[in-house]
């Protein structure tokens, strides 16, 4: 797709100027103008925010075109999200260019680029992976394995671990297989995966090289810890549409990517389900004729041939297969394959809506009388919390978290997400990302709560406090859809 300016756009009938970013890379069009329902979209919007209050982003793509395209606020354009398992279809493409470098080849045994580790038993099972074997999760292991957090050496962990079945013979998903891909990379080509990528796939694309985790031994993850945009998301299911194709330049070959986005193993037989519709080179089949990478919590891109389409997504919900059906039941219909007549109206209407996209605020229930700020003193807890310092009464009102290791500032939003970094992590956040949005008001007239998004994840965390006199009650529900709400220990307090 050759790159289109805005002098261009303008002459384009039907298309909208490009008023977004100067990063941005996909020309604006009214949905009609490439043959797609504006109210499709708007039902779309509908069915996400009356269904869900976790979806963080969407673009929508067609025939090269940004139809629609909205973030949630706090989330927003240029900030990068976690991508979990989305990771995997980029290391699946890292593959596919050593393959066409003659770096590797799929029928490489996994074992012979590791020779000096432990290799376990049955012998003849390992004597048996290939390569080919990783991308399609049939490593012959009947259960996914992980190592834990005293773990140093993640591929000797893999490589010690005995298969049940013939590698090729059985599917199972598997985050370690992809992560061996990874590993074997590096060991082949002297460079980490994120590394290998940047010339090849990131550069090209106008990608911004990703952060992306590492395990002890400095290999990136592979199979989950990749951090970008949703547009990166757009552009990497645009590159796969054009068949590895980009500006007119044959990046990686098509024959690899048919391959990689093809049937290679089956995972069920349900036709009702887009996670039996088979399996490639980390790339899920899906229902309709189209494919997909995800990740988990709601990580989506989405490519439909048959559509010339592209649907990105990043959330944060635990029900991945309900929002796919909203996709198929709102966006795949409003796909038409002929010219559809302008609809201005509808176009503005759907451009507003997209403007004022925002995650639900709390509603108020006023300030209790009496209720002061000040600085409560807070029982032994697991989370290490020594007190709380409000400062609730003040125009830009905010908390203060002191802890063993320091104190950290909370900025909490009144009509809107307050954006800030914090040093420490915030109680019970540990591991996740320091920079963070929060909100807050009072939901009752001796409840303060404090809603905190973690907006590079998609990660919620949820303060509640409960004055009564000079008594504290701290309440904390932790959002992450990989582990679904969990409310963590109460503590309790008394004001200095």
């Known amino acids: ?87 995997k279809s980029f290391t699946s493409t890292a593959i596919g260019f050593a393959v066409q470098e003659g770096v590797l080849t799929l029928d490489d045994l996994v074992v012979s680029f590791f020779p000096d580790k432990t290799i376990g038993k049955p012998h003849q099972y390992w004597n048996q992976m290939r390569i080919r074997d990783l991308l399609t999760m049939n490593t012959g292991h009947a259960e996914e394995r992980w190592p834990d957090a005293t773990t140093e050496d993640w591929a000797q962990f893999f490589l010690g671990t005995e298969p049940d079945f013939m590698p090729g013979t059985h599917f ?13 990379l590096q060991r082949a080509t002297g460079e980490k995966l994120v590394d290998y990528l940047e010339p090849r796939l990131f550069q090209p694309l106008g990608i911004p090289k990703p952060d992306w985790k590492t395990c002890p031994d400095g290999v990136n993850t592979g199979g989950w810890g990749l951090q970008v945009r949703t547009e990166d998301i757009a552009k990497f299911g645009q590159f796969y549409l054009q068949k590895g194709k980009w500006e007119g330049e044959q990046l990686l070959s098509g024959d690899w990517v048919e391959m990689a986005t093809s049937k290679q193993v089956s995972n069920g037989s349900d036709p009702a389900n887009d996670w039996a519709q088979g399996y490639g080179f980390q790339f899920w089949r899906c229902r309709h004729n189209a494919y997909r990478g995800d990740g988990a919590c709601g990580q989506y891109c989405i490519v439909m041939p048959e559509q010339d389409a592209v649907i990105a997504i990043t ?31 509808k176009d503005a209407e759907l451009r507003e809506r997209l403007k004022g996209l925002r995650l639900p605020l709390l509603a108020s229930g006023g300030v209790k009388a009496g209720v002061e700020d000040g600085t409560y003193r807070l029982k032994d807890n697991n989370a290490g919390l020594k007190a709380v310092r409000f400062r609730l009464q003040h125009a830009e009102p905010y908390l203060v978290f002191e802890t063993g290791a320091g104190t950290d500032t909370l900025w909490v939003g009144k009509e809107t997400y307050r954006k800030g970094t914090v040093a420490h992590p915030l109680p019970y956040t540990e591991n996740l990302e320091p920079e963070v949005a929060a909100h807050g008001g009072w939901i009752s007239p001796a409840a303060y709560e404090a809603r905190v998004y973690l907006y590079h994840s998609p990660a919620r965390v949820t303060y509640t406090f409960n004055f009564e006199g000079d008594k504290l009650t701290m309440k904390t529900d932790l959002h992450q859809a990989l582990l679904g709400r969990r409310d963590l220990e109460v503590i309790t307090g008394q004001r200095e």
């Open 1 to 87: 797709m050759a790159k289109r300016y805005i002098f261009s756009l303008l002459l384009l009938t039907g298309c909208m100027p490009l008023l977004a970013q100067p990063t941005a890379y996909f020309p604006k069009s009214a949905p009609e103008a490439q043959s797609m329902v504006s109210d499709s979209i708007l039902s779309f919007i509908d069915r996400v925010e009356a269904e869900f209050d976790v979806v963080h982003s969407f673009m929508i793509i067609r025939h090269g075109y940004s139809v629609a395209e909205g973030w949630w606020a706090p989330y927003e354009r240029e900030a990068p999200h976690i991508m979990h398992s989305l990771s």
């Open 315 to 345: 959330s944060g919900t635990p029900d991945m297969h309900r929002l796919l059906q909203v996709v198929w039941e709102t966006l795949l219909p409003g796909m038409k394959d002929k010219p559809l007549f302008s609809q201005p109206e």
């Open 172 to 184: 199972r998903y598997n985050s370690m297989a992809t992560y061996m891909l990874s590993a074997i």
